[in-house]
């Protein structure tokens, strides 16, 4: 999920050129590692009176970089920690608040707790579709994302679908959250054997993210590939399925290395085509 400013406060919406603002340029570089590190090193420098903004938001951009590494417990650890203190000093319905919360999740379902995920999402999504700000589609986006693949893990396919369908009516952007709500909208299909119509999502899905700037296609690297692989596998198209799932692979691992939800997934079904246990 994008990153957004704070507005209204001061300080906290002017980062270019600081280290926090170097730490954002490197996470949306996909230069993780740097990102994290930037990010803790600015945190921690900085004098934090009760209602400082600076050092939350850098350690928000740390949870987020090690959850891009695949180090899912480190950026959930680093989020529980910061719930409490960005509804302190953001409020509990500020855009920063809600994003957070979003971004938690999405390491729930990382670490597969899809349930806490689900409930987590939707009480965002609630909050966001009602309220106002131009934040407020984005992070109502983010959270159904999270809503369909918790639902598409738990095997709750036929919601995932319907869920994905409503969520791409209402977001007309031709930007990420509508590449990730198709590739959901897609598992869930796969889910329920319609592999055809999966097919056609899933290269709906190829040609938004053709056409996507780099810094946007960078976070979803494999994501494209992992469903299509899957999907010609269900359609019994073996051959085809392992280029898909090894260029899958290859680019997680290039991405995020091996610890990655996405790269596990996509090492599992490399194995299950190969018919390694």
Request: overall charge positive; charged content about 25%.
């Amino acid at each position: 999920m994008r990153l957004f400013r704070r507005r209204g406060r001061g300080e906290a919406g002017q980062v270019v050129g600081t280290p926090l603002g170097r730490a954002m340029a490197l996470y949306r570089a996909g230069r993780y590692a740097e990102a994290e590190a930037e990010a803790r090193s600015a945190a921690a420098a900085r004098y934090r009176p009760r209602d400082d903004t600076y050092a939350p938001l850098a350690l928000g951009i740390a949870a987020l970089a090690a959850g891009a590494q695949g180090r899912h417990a480190d950026a959930l650890s680093t989020y529980d920690a910061l719930l409490p203190v960005f509804g302190r000093v953001f409020g509990d319905g500020h855009p920063q608040t809600l994003k957070l919360r979003s971004d938690r999740a999405q390491v729930l379902n990382s670490a597969a707790r899809y349930a806490e995920c689900l409930a987590e999402c939707a009480a965002v999504a609630r909050i966001a579709a009602h309220a106002a700000g131009p934040d407020m589609p984005f992070i109502t986006a983010a959270a159904r994302n999270g809503q369909i693949f918790a639902l598409n893990a738990l095997g709750r396919h036929p919601e995932a679908e319907a869920l994905a369908r409503e969520a791409l009516a209402t977001h007309c952007e031709p930007d990420r959250f509508a590449l990730v709500l198709r590739l959901g909208l897609a598992r869930g299909l796969n889910g329920q054997g319609r592999h055809e119509e999966a097919l056609a999502e899933a290269e709906r899905a190829g040609e938004l993210c053709r056409r996507l700037p780099l810094e946007q296609r960078r976070p979803e690297a494999g994501a494209v590939e992992l469903v299509m692989a899957t999907t010609v596998l269900g359609l019994g198209r073996d051959a085809e399925a392992r280029p898909l799932a090894a260029a899958a692979q290859e680019a997680c691992l290039a991405a995020f290395g091996p610890q990655h939800r996405r790269t596990l997934e996509a090492t599992a079904l490399l194995d299950r085509i190969d018919g390694r246990p």
